[in-house]
Structures are given as C-alpha cells and as structure tokens.
C-alpha cells in the first residue's frame, strides 16, 4: 500500500516537474472545485472550473486532465475559453440531477474528484502541464462538504492550500449547495484584466509538499 502511494506521488511530481522546464501555455488556471457535493451524490454532482487569465481566445481541442493515478480525460472537440471567462466541466450534465448548474463540458466517470486526498492536472496540446492543483484533505486545503474549495485570486499559486478558501454560506446555486460555477469566486471583487504574460500556476515544491495517503471516499 505505502509503495503504491509513493509511485502515485513520483508520478504527479514528474508531470508538475514538466512545467518548470517549458513555457507553459499560459493563462487557463483551475479556478474552483467542488468535489464534495451534499444536495446529490458526488458521482451526479461533482464539477470544477477552469479561468481565462490571458487576453486571448484559447482552444482547449487537444488538452486533457488527469489525477495522478488512473483517471483521464481528453477533450476531443472544439471547446474556447474567451478572454476573463471561466469554463464548468460536470460529471453530469442535467441541472435537475448535478445540483443545480449548467455545464460547459460533462465529463462523465473519466474523472473522479476525490474527497480526501486528489489532484487535478491540466495539460495543453503538447502534453505539457498547464496548471495542477493537489488537495490533501484539509491539512492544508479547505474540505468542506457541499461547499467548492474557491480559489482567492486567479493570480496566485493554486498549487498552495493558503490561496484556496471555502465558498461562503451566502453564495448558493441551485439545489443548495455553496459555489460560484461560472461566475468569480467569493472573495474577488472584480476579475483580474487578462494578462498576455505566462502565470505558472505550479511548482514542485507546492505540489510535493503535501503528499499523503488517502484515497476516495464517495457517497
């Protein structure tokens, strides 16, 4: 079991590793996450969001997301992200059945948001990481049920537990759980003026810095 966790860590160290060495293309940030539904069941209402820092259209034909382990996801059709707009990928695509928000991308079981310890990993058309965000928790991560885990600012480093808050009781969507899908998250004001400079949303120090077992637990 141990030796299975460590070879799940190298892994994602590996992958984040990429990004220090290449010029990441820019800009598309992992935003927010809801991994933990509580108005349905995680299978039906999981999400996450993706945000647009830069001052361009981007294409996301071609990328794919991915956890350190198995899961895997490649969008194989034609999907822009315009400039200071955020993108919700959904496990299922019904408002009456996801909790409540309407999804720019259903995923389906390609990926799986674990409640305990999980990554998400964005890599661009070339395989190069994009962005990765590991949860760990809460050790240093909020983990709260039926709220998202909000980033604070698209400007800081997502791969830090202290840049995420958990989305306040006053912001409910649909059925009634906490999240902003689509919209800026609660602590931002105003969204940050796209930016035409390359944001590194990771770094291996952050990415490495939490690693501990514990899988999924789903309801």
Do not use: C
Not at 50 to 56: C, I, K, S, V
Not at 60 to 76: H, K, P, T, V
Not at 163 to 190: H, I, Q
């Amino acid at each position: 079991m141990e030796r299975r966790h460590v070879l799940r860590s190298m892994r994602v160290m590996l992958l984040a590793g990429t990004l220090l060495g290449s010029s990441a293309q820019a800009g598309i940030v992992i935003n927010e996450i809801m991994n933990n539904p509580a108005a349905v069941s995680d299978r039906r209402g999981e999400w996450f969001e993706l945000f647009n820092t830069t001052a361009e259209e981007i294409d996301l034909f071609g990328w794919s997301l991915r956890d350190g382990g198995r899961d895997s996801l490649g969008i194989d059709t034609p999907l822009t992200i315009a400039p200071g707009s955020f993108l919700v990928f959904a496990r299922n695509a019904d408002p009456a059945q996801n909790g409540g928000l309407a999804a720019d991308y259903v995923y389906g079981s390609s990926l799986v948001l674990g409640n305990g310890v999980d990554e998400l990993i964005l890599l661009n058309a070339r395989g190069a990481v994009a962005d990765a965000v590991r949860w760990d928790n809460g050790v240093t991560f909020p983990d709260a049920s039926g709220a998202s885990m909000a980033l604070l600012d698209p400007a800081l480093d997502n791969a830090l537990g202290a840049s995420w808050t958990t989305t306040p009781p006053e912001l409910v969507y649909g059925l009634g759980d906490r999240g902003t899908p689509g919209k800026a998250n609660a602590p931002v004001t105003t969204i940050p003026a796209p930016s035409t400079g390359i944001l590194l949303g990771i770094g291996a120090v952050g990415m490495g810095a939490a690693f501990r077992s514990g899988r999924r637990r789903h309801t």
